[in-house]
């Protein structure tokens, strides 16, 4: 009789499963986890005993996680973690929240229970989710917020932080039961920070926070809200966490009962690491994940500087290649990130993967970015997953930067696909977190991807200011879907947002809407300092706050055959020209050419098609604009070009510049552009221009 094979290409996982030595993971004995299939994929490979490809079956139902999954380069294979079909198996970072009692609270009727240790170990509670959904900390005001009455000092420079500001009379509840549990979440300029209290100076009116804000706190544009305040819970869905007792108030809302809610709080940082050494050449390769969910993670507030805080002593020191050392400050720690929440990990983190997938996971109810491709990053898929209820955003993707990467070119981040995602509701505590953020890669797939309710941008490319060197270049970013964004709550965002020189980089096929700004910079598609060497064709710009494309200043970019339509402030906008008169110094060289405007259909409704700020950003020679088409649905534009010097120009003004010979003030001919239908007939004068038929 021949001997049975030893050889394996079958695991099971189940959350009645079983791990340690001897487990073999068969249909009839699974394994109980992931890291229990990861020490027998370990010893399969040791034993020569792999097959072929390997497939986890993971059935369905809770695996509670304590603590991170840690994959390393010894478990290298061509393995897949698949949820067997039908069947939802749910990874779970989350403690429960039992025996509650019902209790009086400055006068409310609410629930109360005691927080286990698990809950607090991270940090003060600022995730809290009943039933799945998520609950809101206790603020004042309850909608909205307060803009602050001074700083302390007073300053106006942009990166003059400080610890303490005025609030306004009735800013703050003097009486306040329990002080120390109270954050201030301020938001300005194109950031959020969480300040933590430290004292409050009543006959000053002076809130101290423990932390540093890092940019100036102007009253033209600093807000706040105070969260996790006792005497503020007063609506259903609303809770407190008291340090002092250990306890969360709730008052629960109409469909919640004491025997059935299922109360959480996340108490793990990372679901799952993917700890590859690329400097040793040691990666971690051709792992697949498939269909499982992830849930109840990225807790804690993580320390902002130039390494990772995962909340987890265990985890190796990662650098933040996004972030600057000069970023920091000695005295307290920061309150926030500055631009795009690029302190928060990725819940699902990878540092030197190599040919990994996720496809048609989901991950919700966390706290920081979903997903992170990391440095020494290549070949990575992306795809199809589902991305939402975050307290940061969905995805990242970044390595070394330029001077880093002359020093450990195998840090460097390239050639990674992100599609077919769908990215919605993030920014829930962190608002300037990014739907996909790409910082220092090049090479990247970002396609069909689904972005919306954000308070921030969409999709942003490039982390260079200025003409410098950067590793960001040949990025393909195309026929993703991208509205929703910003919702009044910071400013200066896009839906696309591109940043430094980026040769190669295209932008294409997109459709972007509804960006709304809190006081500037709600626009469809942004180059911001230094963006160079940019194709951007084929997008729909409409309904943004400000203008359908902005650059800032720029040079030698392409913008063809793009509509923008029916956008706040003017069409398109271009700030700074070859002077760069903006106030900072950056590095790189003069230009000829900032802009090169072509076959682009402008839409407007008795707004300006052009702006510029600075006199020369749509000199002639600086900016060219041929055959384009422009219509104002209100009939003939009063003014068709307007500058931050008040100069104003008619469309015979704009001509008599030398601009547009070629291009016609005529209607486009779009189905209904009004209602959101672009669609156009062969025979309509966009047609000549456009070849975007399909556009809704």
Known sequence: MTPKSTLVNELHLSPDGLDGPGRSGSADAPLASISGALDRIRLLKQTASLDGPLTVWVHGGVYPLNKTVVVTPEHSAPVTFKAVPGETPVFDGGVRIADWHRREFHGRNVWSAPVPDAAVALGPVNQFFVNQRRKKRASLPKNGFLRIASPTPAARELFAGTDR????????????????????????????????????????????????????????????????????????????????????????????????????????????????APEQNAYVEWIRFEGLTFRHGGAGNPAIGSAYDFKDPAAPVRRNYAFRDNWSTKDKPLGGAPQGAVHLPGTVFMHGARHCAFADCTIAHGGWYAMEIGAGCTGVVIDGNHLHDLGGGGIRIGGAGAAEAKQAPSLVTSRNRVTNNHVHDCGEIHFSAIGVLVTHAFGNLIEHNHIHDLLYSGISCGWSWGYGESVTRENRIGHNRIHDLGKGVISDMGGIYLLGVQPGTRVYDNVIADIQCRYYGGWGIYTDEGSAHIVIERNLCRNCSSEGFHQHFGRENIVRHNVFAFNGGSGIAISVGRSRQTGYSWPGDNYAMNLVFVGNVVLQDGRPFFRQSSADALALEQFYSENNLFWDVSGAPEVFAASGDDQRRDWKGWLALGHDRTSRFEDPGFADAPGGDFTFPPDSPASRILARPEWR
């Open 165 to 276: 500001f005025i609030v306004p009379l009735g800013g703050y509840p003097e009486s306040a039961a329990e002080p120390e549990c109270i954050e201030a979440i301020v938001t300005h300029k194109w950031i959020e920070e969480t300040l933590p209290l430290e004292t409050f100076i009543p006959g000053e009116r002076c809130f101290v926070s423990t932390h540093r804000s890092r940019f100036v706190m102007d009253p033209a544009d600093t807000e706040y809200r105070l969260e996790n305040v006792a005497e503020a819970l007063s609506e259903p869905g609303e809770y407190f966490h008291s340090i002092r007792e250990g306890r969360i108030y709730y008052i629960p809302e109409a469909d919640e009962t004491m025997e059935t809610a299922e109360a959480v709080v996340p108490a793990i940082g990372c679901f799952l690491r993917m700890d590859g």
